[in-house]
């Protein structure tokens, strides 16, 4: 997307990149010299072609130009509201787990400590704010899981509206966008552990109506992505031009990875109860996250129906039919007592307006992709990145915090990005071993042995409490 200055005049219109310039000057010049050899031909035989009497012709062709600008201009003002609502949605996941994964003792009194001061002096042994146990180690890790999948949440919305309307509309994608697409797929690959890696990859690599177009890269380990994605220029001479694409209908990754989501809020659910997980969410509070998952895959659908749903056909049909037509029809306004300018110039400049109308509808319909007046989701991934960084910290779970890791962004792969994005998260862990270790948590996660005891307990005192129950009690 291009930032401007919406008060300077030089800066707009002395501008060649991202204009209409681009897609119509070659039909413009080609409707100057229709306009010129037109006016020549009557200026030389000093006679008309005919006389055309007032009409409304070119006011209708404009007025149906006009409307479907403004409503490609209504879709891409709905995009940018689902992407920013996507994000708000993400965000407030984020705050939700670090909020309501209460942890061990240590996440409690360090609540106290940051957020209460004074309450420290009666609720916080001195030290005891330093020692962490096993339940603030648990929820470290779930913290992590939680994080590490809505991120992974926000780069399959990004993957998907790459390949939506050019390979599942269309049914082909191009290396270019497949180029990015193996960004994606590193990116994720960089969240997860080979094993995830393999199911979530299945349903990206599985679109292609031939899977050996896509087996490279497979991004069995994780290589360096300053190697791998460092000179776009060599690996765009890589795997086929084109890859035909299945269109038929499909689970797509991002539903996939809302399950995983919700997955984790399931799983860490403390019983009211039996208080079977003292470190995990209260059950009053797991329909927040499930109320957010839900918010996030309406506005997936959003996307997908404004990518996909274009301006009806014959619309579209009539407005090209009768541009062509008005431009065809020319000649036939010609006067060539009145000059040059008025038969010559006056249509050339009428018929830019006129395209350029109709590529800025065109270019507006689908908001999503990598034009430079796309939306762009580089930045708002990288925003994502830093708010879970800061809640982190703010949290104080350094354990979790110290399982990402910043890495730098390959040169040349977002310079189109107005905000600069220069670094990306992915687990150390991964990044350590070059995704050699299944583990996800750096070093090993801790032993659960004595908390899967503790459920065994739990699960043997209901049954018996069930096997005793009678009606006559």
């Not at 400590?113 to 339940?135: C, I, M, N, T, Y």
């Not at 990288?382 to 399982?403: K, P, T, V, W, Y």
Request: proline share 4%.
């Amino acid at each position: 997307m291009i930032y401007y200055h919406t008060d300077t005049w030089v800066q707009q219109i002395f501008r060649y990149h991202g204009t209409v310039w681009a897609q119509v000057k070659w039909t413009f010049l080609l409707m100057l010299a229709y306009a010129a050899t037109s006016y020549w031909w009557c200026s030389s035989e000093s006679s008309n072609l005919g006389r055309m009497r007032k009409n409304i012709f070119g006011s209708t062709v404009s007025f149906l130009l006009v409307f479907r600008a403004n409503n490609a201009y209504n879709r891409y003002w709905e995009g940018k509201l689902s992407l920013t609502h996507f994000f708000w949605a993400a965000r407030e996941m984020v705050c939700t787990y670090l909020v309501f994964m209460p942890g061990g003792r240590r996440n409690r009194c360090l609540r106290w400590r940051l957020h209460a001061p004074g309450a420290a002096q009666v609720f916080v042994r001195p030290g005891e704010e330093k020692l962490p146990d096993d339940d603030d180690l648990i929820i470290s890790e779930e913290r992590l899981h939680a994080l590490r999948w809505i991120l992974i949440l926000a780069i399959s919305l990004q993957l998907h509206t790459r390949v939506l309307d050019e390979g599942l509309q269309k049914g082909s994608l191009s290396r270019e966008t497949k180029a990015l697409v193996d960004w994606d797929r590193y990116r994720i690959r960089g969240l997860t552990n080979h094993r995830e890696f393999k199911v979530l990859d299945h349903y990206v690599r599985n679109m292609a109506m031939n899977e050996s177009d896509w087996e490279n890269p497979d991004f069995t380990t994780l290589p360096d992505p300053r190697i791998q994605f460092g000179n776009m220029e060599s690996l765009l001479q890589e795997g086929p031009e084109e890859i035909e694409i299945n269109t038929a209908p499909a689970c797509r990754l991002l539903t996939i990875v809302c399950y995983k989501v919700n997955e984790v809020a399931w799983r860490n659910m403390k019983e009211a109860r039996s208080e079977d997980k003292k470190f995990g969410i209260m059950e009053r509070f797991v329909p927040i996250i499930a109320g957010l998952t839900f918010e996030i895959s309406h506005l997936y659908g959003q996307v997908v129906q404004i990518v996909t749903t274009p301006l009806p056909f014959p619309y579209s049909h009539l407005c090209r039919t009768l541009l062509f037509l008005y431009f065809l029809a020319f000649p036939f306004f010609i006067e060539q007592e009145l000059g040059p300018w008025a038969n010559v110039g006056e249509f050339a400049f009428l018929s830019l307006a006129l395209l350029g109308v109709d590529t800025i509808a065109t270019e507006l319909e689908n908001p999503f992709g990598e034009d430079v007046n796309d939306l762009s989701m580089w930045d708002k991934i990288a925003q994502l990145e830093q708010e879970i960084m800061f809640f982190l910290r703010h949290a104080g779970d350094e354990s979790c915090e110290s399982n990402f890791i910043w890495q730098e962004m390959p040169e040349g792969l977002c310079d189109h990005c107005v905000p600069p994005v220069k670094y990306f998260l992915a687990l150390r862990s991964q990044v350590a071993s070059r995704g050699k270790v299944e583990d996800v948590i750096y070093g090993g996660g801790v032993d659960r042995s004595a908390l899967w005891e503790d459920l065994r307990d739990l699960r043997d005192e209901d049954e018996e409490d069930a096997a005793n129950f009678s009606d006559d009690s």
